[in-house]
């Protein structure tokens, strides 16, 4: 079945939502039987992060891997911030950043199975304004200035597009084109708004290219969880408990930290490594109506290992169904690739060897580094600017998820991790 036929049987599944237990939570280096981990090659992951903290780079990290359903590492390193000096747990609450749209990308789908949304609806069709939405043409005069030419789109932004980040909505914190330093310039951010006015917000602004023409990382996650709220009659939090945050027990997952006892719980890069680009609306601390589908949320050890354990069991948890069969391919199959007539350019963040599903990557092939990097063919991810990170990597049965607060040393720790991980592995 080609993603196309994949797209339009998504009608066909069907959904089952139930309580699920939690994955086992208490720290352990007991390699389970039946896994497939050499303990000393393991042992590499903690000299790693040790030294990290010792030499003041992170306050600290938790990580876990899971192999056939039984942690096969789970550590923490450091501690939750260096004021307080409070030891890392399973109950530490880390903002994930772009994780966020795993999240939120899992509850769409759950909304298209049920036909509440279609992945060809225009976006105009749950949001208005976006039926006048323009796409910013650079010019250059003969004199080197460059001045934005505003054009309508050859085809209307869908759902689809939202999904896969071909729409054309990007941010206004990284690049230097017009269209990326109107956004930066429209106070997208400024005072306190909902998701519905933040939309309106985007839609006033040009689109950076054609829709369906180039993977391009932005807002289109935070216009999705609008569609999904027009479309459900509901608020984003309101889904997402509904659809996956209640089902699978997620109890610390949400976008505000309101207690002065949890918020005793938040995790905090070292002073000198706080950059997060865009503050305010990813402070968990601060109370404001903005959900941020696309950055907003917060989550735990404890929590986030049932949401990968459900990627990894194909949209199940413990038998109990979040996504169906349909539904969870469709998310996990390449959808920008040959073929697709979506390009790729410097900002694919995806990275080398993977294409794009509807809200995670997906490993295509092994990529043209030499060697190339470690993993499977089919392997999932995402991460967040805040270096938390997860990969589902269903041939081996195995996941793990990095939890940490660090921007500036993310990819590198990110690298590494994986690098440790896969080479420890025993086939």
Not at 346 to 355: K, S
Request: charged content about 25%.
């Amino acid at each position: 079945m080609n993603s196309s036929e994949m797209l339009r049987a998504l009608a066909c599944g069907t959904l089952l939502l139930a309580a699920a237990p939690s994955v086992r939570a208490e720290s352990t280096f007991d390699i389970p039987p039946g896994a497939h981990f050499n303990p000393d090659k393991l042992a590499k992951v903690g000299a790693f992060f040790r030294n990290e903290v010792d030499t003041g780079k992170i306050a600290g990290a938790i990580v876990l891997i899971q192999q056939h359903g039984k942690p096969v590492y789970h550590e923490s390193f450091g501690v939750q911030d260096v004021v307080s000096k409070a030891p890392i747990t399973d109950k530490t609450i880390f903002r994930l950043f772009s994780m966020t749209k795993a999240i939120s990308s899992v509850v769409a789908m759950t909304l298209v199975e049920n036909g509440k949304i279609k992945l060809d609806d225009p976006v105009s069709k749950y949001i208005p304004s976006f039926a006048d939405v323009k796409v910013g043409v650079e010019k250059i005069a003969a004199d080197g200035t460059k001045s934005l030419e505003l054009v309508p789109p050859r085809r209307p932004p869908t759902v689809l597009d939202l999904m896969r980040h071909t729409s054309g909505i990007t941010y206004g914190f990284y690049g230097d084109s017009l269209v990326r330093k109107a956004y930066a310039a429209s106070n997208l951010y400024g005072g306190d708004f909902d998701l519905a006015e933040f939309a309106e917000r985007i839609a006033k602004l040009p689109l950076q290219d054609q829709p369906g023409t180039l993977w391009e990382y932005g807002h289109s996650t935070d216009v999705l969880a609008r569609v999904m709220e027009v479309a459900s009659g509901k608020s984003l939090l309101a889904i997402e408990q509904e659809k996956l945050l209640g089902p699978l027990g997620m109890n610390d997952t949400g976008f505000l930290v309101t207690d002065p006892e949890k918020q005793k719980l938040l995790a905090q890069p070292v002073p000198n490594d706080s950059d997060f680009r865009i503050g305010r609306e990813n402070n968990p601390a601060v109370v404001k109506k903005f959900q941020s589908a696309s950055g907003g949320m917060v989550s735990t050890m404890a929590d986030f290992s049932r949401f990968a354990q459900m990627l990894l069991d194909g949209g199940k948890f413990e038998g109990k169904t979040i996504l169906g069969p349909k539904a969870f391919e469709a998310m996990t199959t390449d959808h920008v690739g040959p073929g697709s007539g979506i390009g790729r350019d410097f900002f694919y963040f995806p990275g080398d060897g993977f294409g794009f599903g509807l809200g995670l990557a997906v490993r295509t092939d092994a990529g043209n580094a030499r060697p190339p990097p470690p993993g499977s063919l089919g392997e999932l991810k995402w991460d967040g600017a805040s270096g938390c990170y997860f990969l589902i990597d269903r041939r081996q049965d195995m996941f793990f998820v990095l939890l940490e607060q660090t921007p500036t040393e993310r990819q590198r720790v990110q690298r590494t991790v994986k690098q440790l991980i896969y080479e420890a592995m025993e086939n």
